[in-house]
């Protein structure tokens, strides 16, 4: 069974940066849609961002969109989210999910998550 695993996740002020890794446990990537998804104290889960297998069908939701940008490392069978220019309201517990068929900011489409990695940004 896939196990998606999520890191980079930390403490960062206001227009800082942050690289979210997510990896499979003992696989890869790259036979996975993956999307990354959040969720705020209080708050329902989110979809952020989604890459294709391929890697040629990208989104994001539209409060993060000029901010964060999704990408494939085929050769480490990983995928990542580089987050700059990040806001308050951007923390979050930040989740890594995987599917083979699924596509989108939807939850309800991926099989596989990970534990998740927590994002703060605070001054």
């Known amino acids: 069974q896939l196990q998606p695993v999520e890191s980079g996740g930390g403490l960062v002020q206001p227009g800082g940066s942050l690289r979210l890794s997510c990896a499979a446990s003992?696989?890869?990537?790259?036979?996975?849609?993956v999307g990354w998804f959040r969720q705020a104290p209080g708050k329902e889960r989110e979809g952020v961002s989604c890459?294709?297998?391929?890697?040629?069908?990208?989104n994001y939701r539209d409060s993060v969109k000029g901010r964060f940008a999704i990408s494939r490392d085929v050769a480490k069978g990983a995928v990542y989210l580089q987050m700059d220019s990040l806001k308050p309201e951007d923390t979050a517990v930040y989740y890594c999910?995987?599917?083979?068929?699924?596509?989108?900011?939807?939850?309800?489409?991926?099989?596989?998550w990970g534990q998740g990695t927590q994002v703060t940004v605070s001054s």
């Open positions: 890459i294709s297998i391929s890697g040629d069908y990208i």
């Open positions: 003992g696989s890869t990537l790259n036979n996975y849609a």
């Open positions: 999910a995987a599917d083979p068929l699924g596509y989108g900011l939807d939850s309800k489409r991926y099989d596989y």
